[in-house]
């Protein structure tokens, strides 16, 4: 349904909600004690507001909560090659605290250049990869090289659709966080 609000110029309105939800729920764990981070999606419409960084900054402080605790999930394209203005967005977030994490990588064609061009903090591996790792040594090998690269330049990795302990003994393996 995001498209459908991005059709109809309502995911600025579905952002405010959703965060302003995700605010309230990390106010009430940090209440009881529980520092825990939240990942949000990001539209490529929100890469366009060049206000967004100090909103989403400005929200964070008013409820007395650290914005490293709030990671900002985007795609391969929600970042156009030639859009400065989307990475100068997220350069302000990252300088204000947020983490940036690059969603499905290796899903597309041009993931490798996006970890050094991006402001990132974390990559997260794309299922299709993490499942084909399972049975398929040619795709282990794969992980294993986009770990050493994404640690290489001080990045965390994620790997989504993980749903085995054979997967989680695989991934502890090779240092995925």
């Known amino acids: ?12 309105l579905l952002t405010d909600s959703v965060m302003q939800q995700v605010i309230t729920q990390m106010q009430t764990w940090s209440d009881r004690s529980l520092q825990l981070p939240v990942s949000i999606n990001l539209s490529p419409v929100q890469l366009t507001d060049i206000e967004l960084p100090n909103v989403m900054a400005g929200r964070m402080n008013d409820a007395g909560l650290d914005p490293s605790l709030m990671i900002l999930e985007i795609t391969e394209q929600t970042v156009s090659p030639n859009s400065a203005v989307a990475v100068d967005i997220l350069t302000r977030m990252r300088l204000k605290g947020f983490g940036i994490s690059l969603d499905d990588f290796g899903s597309g064609y041009s993931s490798i250049a996006e970890i050094y061009r991006l402001p990132l903090s974390e990559v997260k591996i794309d299922r299709s990869i993490t499942r084909a790792a399972e049975d398929d040594m040619d795709a282990r090998k794969v992980m294993k090289a986009i770990v050493d690269l994404a640690h290489s330049f001080d990045l965390k990795v994620c790997a989504e659709g993980v749903e085995t302990e054979r997967g989680v003994q695989f991934l502890r393996s090779i240092n995925c966080d």
């Open 1 to 12: 349904f995001v498209h459908i609000a991005e059709e109809y110029d309502l995911v600025g």
